[in-house]
């Protein structure tokens, strides 16, 4: 076959590496997985009221979705209490980071972005020909809001900042949110992933929606891949002013967000009971985690999410792969440039006890 040149900025752009299947390690190890910590997906499941409409919805998959996600953009507005003009359902929040950067970034333009963080980023920035300008955390994974500020120049269109940040598990605080806010130049937009935002426990934590309130140029991207247990069905949402949400409407396809997608989202949001026992796990698994890592001599970073960046002290690559021959994923650090870390979800207590059990089984066959 003849070769087909492709665009050249490609070859930049590095494929996103997800958290390994449950079926895959299935298959290839032959073993049976006891517990999957790689992707902060809810360890408890979805919602029973979103199974319900997921099975009720079934019969009509015939029929294409409501491209506009009426009732689901309903449903959300008054929950978090802004005009349904302000949202936009997207295919998990993946895809409203593609729109974002497709609707914004011309070929050569700049955007800022903490490191390490979400690679989604640098990929949608790549993907439209744009510079993504890498701006390290700090030792202990705060902001460095002034190195990012530095970074900014009359290329830059958008500031990423993930507040929780994945996968350090650290807040950007409202100080530093409002610095950056105040001394970003007008047209740069700054985009607040907030994946995590459910977890947070801070009672200081900010509030994005005051700022999309008071004309700043914020978009924040929310999702139902996390406390409300939907990751496979794929439902995100931005929040933004008006325009932009129809700016972004503009570079969308017709039916972005599939029909069982759309009911199941709108029932997990009515299950504030799923929620609260989500967030009861998650703590009751951090202290557990905590204490025992802490004991074992692994240094945990303090989180606001459903996980935790461990410093194992050792290289990880290794100790994934024991982990996994023993029916346990977790996420090595070397994909963010940690190679001695690793990303921990927090799970159910039983996954929990059974990744401690594991781990200290390897641990002490060391010794
Ligand atoms: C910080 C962050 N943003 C966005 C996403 C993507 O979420 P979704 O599953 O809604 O595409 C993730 C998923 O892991 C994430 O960690």
Known sequence: MQIISKRANLDTIKAYVPGKPVEEVERELGVKV??????????????????RAIIESADHVNLYPDGSCHYLR??????????????????GADEALS?????????????????PSFPQYEFATRVMDGKPQVVPLRKDFSYDLDAMLSAVN????IFYLCSPNNPTGTILTKPELEKALDQLPGNVLVVLDEAYYEYVTEPDY???????????????????????????????????????????????????????????AAAALEDDQHVTRSLETVERGKELLFGELK??????????TNFIFVDFRQ???????????????????????????????????????????KLKEIVSAKV
Do not use: W
Not at 34 to 51: H, I, M, R
């Open 154 to 157: 009359e290329h830059t269109r």
């Open 206 to 264: 900010f509030n994005a929606l005051d700022y999309i309130r008071s004309g700043y140029p914020v978009i924040a991207l929310r999702t139902f891949s996390k406390i409300y247990g939907l990751a496979g069905l794929r439902v995100g949402y931005a929040i933004a002013d008006e325009m932009i949400i129809k700016d972004l409407n503009s570079v969308r396809e017709p039916f972005n967000v599939n029909r069982v997608a759309q009911v199941a």
């Open 34 to 51: 006891e517990a999957k910590l790689a992707s902060n997906e809810n360890t408890l499941g979805p919602s029973p009221l979103a199974v």
């Open 74 to 91: 309903n449903a959300l507005a008054s929950k978090i209490g802004v005009d349904p003009g302000q949202l936009m359902v997207t295919n």
């Open 99 to 115: 729109l974002i950067a497709r609707t914004y970034i011309n070929p050569g333009e700049e955007t800022v972005m903490p490191d």
């Open 295 to 304: 004991s074992l001599g692994f240094y945990c970073y303090p989180t606001q």
């Open 315 to 357: 290289p990880t690559d290794q100790l994934f792969q024991e982990l996994l021959r023993k029916g346990i994923i977790i996420r090595p650090g070397g994909i963010y440039g940690y190679p001695e870390h690793a990303r921990v979800t927090i799970g159910t207590d039983m996954e929990n006890k059974k990744f401690l059990e």
